[in-house]
């Protein structure tokens, strides 16, 4: 049974006694009632003025019962002691009941019964006063208590609105069958408006998941969910799109709070983009862009792997720059700074967007070259690049020499690993450059020693739009590769 179903029950049977001794008062005061006094009394005689008054005390008394149930009901949850308002209930209807009844012993004269009435009251009252001075004690802590309730309260709110944080607490709302649908706003701070975008007013109140539908969907309704049936905390991460269309990184963290959440969300975009942009210089080259010898490996690896599972090859290019050390020797470092980053971008312009272009120190760059079908695919991108890199120089140093010597190692038919092909491309590129430089060379284990590519010597420049020149080298055949 219902708690609050006797305690209806109880105040609808108050305010019944009220009426009931409103009605006893138009009865008890008229002549027929009480006929003796009104036939000999005076204006003076008290009699009358006396029956009014009782009846008075008597409703009061009702009245004043039907409160104490009301403060029953309404401390549910707040008072360990509060049984205490239904004793004093009882007491203020058993006092409205004697009042009536003292009114009846009077209209017969049993004078001794209205005595044993009032001194049951009076017991009543003692008992009541007993009880109530007991109390006091526990009454004042309740009081001080609460009062540093409220204190707590206000200093937690004063804190919450000068947080940086968006902070916000839930209530559950649960179905018939007790499970959890939804969360309902109970609190929300400034920053909180801001992050939701709308005006706590019409947010406190409103269910989570329907006014923030990307809650369900993104799975955060389950997470809240087991934070309340475990109450397991939650830090989470993560990119969300506002509605201005900006990519934003936000934090939260979600800890329960009786029978719902509290959750505290901040914008970290920025300390994202400065942790990216951390990662990008330590993993790219500041002068050319390219990723750099941090992330050599990864790369190489992940070629690997395709071609196990696509049964392809991979193609390693050692690329390193003739003459380098004269330019900058003689040029200066700005010089061979741009001959660098004219290298790099060459580079780029001749692979494909699938291949890697890293530079792993001075004037040495690496092209991991994936998903390769036939080793002369790899040998044409060689020789594609060895021209692209041998162009005439940039704007202000045309009569740098810009050649470069390229080392080729090719997974799985030269090497079994990542170390192998950079290695055996090391070795290769040395070849070329004892080749005279300017050309490329494939690793082999034919022999003891290297079976080297015939070395391309750079091209001259030539009249825009004519034929490009190759000048054949002292001793070595000249030799045109087909299009890449």
């Known amino acids: 049974m219902r708690l609050d179903t006797p305690i209806a029950r109880l105040k609808q049977l108050t305010l019944v006694l009220a009426l009931a001794v409103l009605c006893a008062a138009a009865w008890l005061t008229s002549p027929a009632w009480l006929p003796a006094f009104h036939a000999g009394s005076s204006p003076d ?13 008597a409703i009061s008394y009702l009245i004043l019962a039907g409160t104490f149930v009301s403060v029953y009901r309404k401390c549910k949850g707040l008072l360990s002691f509060r049984g205490i308002f239904l004793i004093f209930a009882f007491f203020a209807v058993v006092a409205g009941l004697t009042r009536v009844l003292d009114l009846l012993a009077l209209a017969h004269r049993a004078f001794r019964f209205m005595a044993q009435l009032e001194m049951a009251v009076a017991t009543l009252a003692v008992v009541c006063a007993g009880i109530l001075a007991a109390l006091v004690g526990r009454v004042r802590d309740f009081l001080v208590t609460m009062r540093q309730s409220q204190r707590n309260e206000a200093r937690f709110i004063a804190a919450s609105e000068s947080s940086l944080e968006a902070f916000y607490t839930l209530q559950a709302v649960r179905g018939k069958d007790g499970s959890i649908i939804d969360f309902e706003f109970t609190y929300i701070n400034s920053n909180g408006e801001k992050l939701v975008g709308l005006p ?9 998941c329907a006014l923030i539908p990307v809650n369900r969907t993104g799975g955060f309704f389950d997470e809240y969910k087991q934070v309340v049936m475990t109450g397991q905390p939650v830090v989470q991460e993560f990119p969300m799109q506002l509605e201005d269309d900006t990519p934003r990184w936000l934090r939260h ?13 901040a914008d970290i975009t920025d300390r994202k983009l400065y942790e990216r942009a951390a990662e990008y210089r330590a993993q790219h080259d500041p002068l050319t862009g390219l990723p750099n010898r941090s992330l050599l490996q990864d790369r190489m690896q992940q070629a690997i792997d395709r071609a196990i599972r696509y049964r392809h090859k991979v193609g390693l290019f050692l690329v390193d720059m003739d003459h380098f050390k004269e330019i900058n020797d003689t040029l200066g470092h700005a010089a061979g700074d741009k ?7 060459r580079l780029r312009e001749s692979v494909r967007g699938s291949d890697s272009v890293l530079r792993i120190g001075g004037d040495e760059f690496i092209v991991v070259v994936p998903d390769v079908q036939e080793e002369r695919d790899i040998r044409r991108l060689a020789a594609k690049i060895v021209a692209s890199v041998s162009r005439i120089g940039p704007e202000g140093l045309e009569e740098v020499d810009m050649s470069c010597s390229i080392g080729i190692a090719v997974y799985p038919s030269q090497a079994s690993s990542s170390e192998d092909l950079l290695s055996r491309a090391d070795a290769a590129m040395y070849e070329a450059k004892r080749s005279g430089g300017g050309c490329f060379e494939v690793y082999s284990e034919k022999t003891p020693g290297f079976t080297p590519q015939t070395p391309v010597a750079p091209p001259r420049r ?3 739009g004519g034929p490009t020149l190759v000048v054949p080298r002292p001793g070595k055949s000249a030799t045109t590769f087909p299009d890449a």
């Not at 007013?201 to 409103?206: K, T, Y």
């Open 45 to 57: 005689d008290p009699t009358s003025l006396h029956v009014i008054a009782v009846l008075v005390l």
């Open 200 to 208: 706590r007013e019409q947010i406190i109140g409103q269910y989570l």
């Open 253 to 265: 963290e979600v800890v329960r709070l009786e029978d719902g959440i509290a959750i505290t969300a």
């Open 339 to 345: 001959v660098l980053t004219t290298v790099a971008h």
């Open 462 to 464: 030539a009249a825009a």
